[in-house]
């Protein structure tokens, strides 16, 4: 599904343009189990979910807007979708609406641990692996199938970065046992990413990244193919924070 066009103008005033969801979608169909934790006050996704899947039927019949074409294609994923096995018709991710400040207020442990492990989570991209090796930067081995303008953007970077290191920042947190790494570049293009790391599985990477200041992002793996273009990033980070951040993990795990 292509996001071209998605929440323009061209698409009916005021249908809301939505990133996230598109994101999520795409990482559905690759079968990444994703989180989106949407905002209490994001508008409700009937009209959106229409407007995408107007987009692609137009789309798949690579006509204008109310080709005939659209109809037959319309028909047969309608009955697809009727005839399909349940487990084809549910696909993995974890989709849901924020608490309002009101339902947090009287929400039993349950649901407020619930919402918080989502919006932890929420548009993490998935971690194929994590290596720390001597004198070199942690390197977070990323799957963007559902992110192809970071994946772009890693491209561009590795052969284009500016002279003096592109603009970006970075951010740790905590929740239990995971560590959340937000990445936002400023340039060439405003991109946010972030990925989260178990510390039961990853914790001389994150120790590393600490002691470096530096953190090495891809998404494509020597170890799948040596023919594959390799592409590699580093960003700079505050070690400090990481390190802080760590130490709070540790004890919050300990109580």
Known sequence: MSSAGCGSQSAGTGTPAMPPLLRFLRARRANLNPTL????????????LLVLAGHALVQAVDGAPGDPRAKPVLTECLTRLATSPIGDRVQPGD??????????????????????????????VPLRRAVAAPDQPALLVLDLTARPEAEDLMRVMATDNPADGADTVTRW????????????????????????LELDKHHEEPTAIAAGGCVALTSTDPADSLDTLFSLV??????????????????????
């Open 37 to 48: 934790r949407l905002p209490a006050t994001t508008p409700k996704l009937a009209l959106t």
């Open 95 to 124: 989709l849901a609406f924020a608490l309002t400040d009101e339902q947090r207020q009287s929400a039993d442990a349950t649901v407020f641990a619930r919402d918080e492990i989502r919006r932890f989570l929420t548009e993490a």
């Open 173 to 196: 947190r905590a929740l239990g046992g995971l560590i959340r790494l937000e990445v936002t570049w400023l340039e060439p293009v405003h991109t946010e990413l972030a990925v989260v």
């Open 234 to 255: 580093r960003v700079a980070t505050d070690g400090t924070s990481l390190s802080d951040v760590m130490a709070a993990a540790a004890t919050a795990r300990r109580r």
